[in-house]
């Protein structure tokens, strides 16, 4: 048997947030996991069990790691991708838990089987904003979620954070396209999810990007619990660096950050889409007229025509 006092101990030493939930079948998640999540390739089944990752499982250990103070962003990336890619550093967060609390058990950070935030509710990170995100009383919506799912049992679990945005609806106002519902999520609407999907992106797609080229942080800039969190300094100041970038730069540039996964041509899309968006000159994107990559070719040629 653990004491959760010890996990209590941790994250405050190690200036993280932490809490635990027994491990149980999710059912309550049924009904909004009925709807399509983009990226997610877990069943259903696997997103609410937590034993059909680890057989007998006991508890779920959640983890909330903040983002730094000060981040460097280049144009259009946004700033929870900027920086090392939160995979590695709260994998690295986890990993350094276990051994020092000697708990065994299968960690992951957002590509694993469960539904992060909902874990990090149920370990009492934080309570639900309307904006989707976790907002922790410390942390606002700053922070990246991990967990670990463990055979161990503990003393205590940990409980829900009673909380709720009030009348406040910053967020709800500010998102570009209407995406957040206040309780739910219209992700073909959101513009984060645009920048990653895949392919050449329709005309209305291509606008709804806007000055984007990797995420988006309007919902979590505009929340009043995230005012004053972290300074941001705008390191390169337009897009065209991305243009002539071999596969070779682009790893050398950004393979620890958090755009890298989705490679460079998706993010080169993205950039050039941008710069038309943002008043760019359609010469500068000429060049990509010739491209061996289909996706690049093409949107060049809509851009262009
Ligand atoms: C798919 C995905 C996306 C998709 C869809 C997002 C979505 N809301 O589902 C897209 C590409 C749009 C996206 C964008 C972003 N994402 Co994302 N994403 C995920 C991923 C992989 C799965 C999400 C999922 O399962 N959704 C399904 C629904 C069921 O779960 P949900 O997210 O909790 O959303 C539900 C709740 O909000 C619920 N709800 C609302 N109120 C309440 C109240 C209660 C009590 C309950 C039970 C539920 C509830 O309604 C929603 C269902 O419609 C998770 C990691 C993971 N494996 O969980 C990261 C994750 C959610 N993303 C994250 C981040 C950082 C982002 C971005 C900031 C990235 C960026 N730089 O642009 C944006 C923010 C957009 C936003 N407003 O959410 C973080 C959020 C951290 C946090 N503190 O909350 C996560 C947890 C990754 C991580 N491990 O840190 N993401
Ligand atoms: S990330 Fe941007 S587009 Fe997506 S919900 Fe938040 S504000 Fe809206
Ligand atoms: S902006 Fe307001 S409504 Fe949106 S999550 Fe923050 S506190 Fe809640």
């Known amino acids: 048997m653990r004491k959760i006092s010890e996990l209590r101990d941790y994250a405050a030493q190690n200036g993280i947030i932490a809490g635990v939930t027994k491990a149980r ?6 009904s909004v996991l009925a ?3 983009p990226f997610v390739e877990y069943s ?6 937590p034993c059909l990752t680890v057989s007998g499982a006991r508890s779920v250990i959640c983890i909330g790691c903040p983002y730094p103070s000060e981040i460097a962003a280049d144009k259009g990336i946004s700033i929870a991708a900027s920086g090392t890619d939160y995979h590695i550093f709260v994998s690295e967060e986890l990993e350094k838990l276990q051994t ?3 708990i065994e058990g299968e960690a992951f950070t957002d590509t694993g089987p469960l539904v992060d935030r909902y874990t990090a509710y149920l370990c009492g990170l934080g309570y639900y904003g309307k904006n989707g995100f976790i907002i922790n009383e410390n942390f606002g919506t700053m922070f990246f979620i991990g967990y670990i799912i463990t ?7 940990s409980s829900p954070v009673k909380g709720d945005c009030g009348d406040c609806r910053r967020c709800l106002d500010a998102c570009p396209y209407g995406a957040i519902k206040g309780g739910s999520m219209d992700y073909k609407k959101c513009v984060s999810y645009l920048t990653q999907i895949k392919g050449v992106l329709s005309d209305e797609q291509m606008k709804m990007i806007g000055g984007q080229v990797y995420g988006c942080d309007v ?4 929340c009043p619990k995230n ?8 390191r390169e100041k337009d897009y065209t660096h991305f243009f002539s970038m071999t596969n070779k730069q682009f790893k050398k540039r950004y393979g620890d950050t958090g755009i890298a996964w989705r490679g460079r041509a998706t993010i080169v899309r993205n950039a050039v889409i941008a710069h038309i968006n943002t008043g760019g000159e359609k010469k500068d994107i000429e060049r990509f007229l010739t491209d061996k990559n289909e996706v690049l070719k093409r ?5 262009i025509q």
């Open 227 to 234: 005012k004053g969190r972290v300074k941001i300094e705008l």
């Open 44 to 49: 259903k089944n696997e997103r609410i069990d």
């Open 151 to 157: 055979n161990e049992e503990f003393d205590e679990y």
């Open 25 to 30: 079948i999710f059912s309550e998640l049924e």
């Open 100 to 102: 020092e609390l000697k």
């Open 299 to 303: 949107t060049a040629e809509k851009l």
């Open 35 to 37: 709807k399509p999540v």
């Open 219 to 222: 919902c979590q800039l505009s």
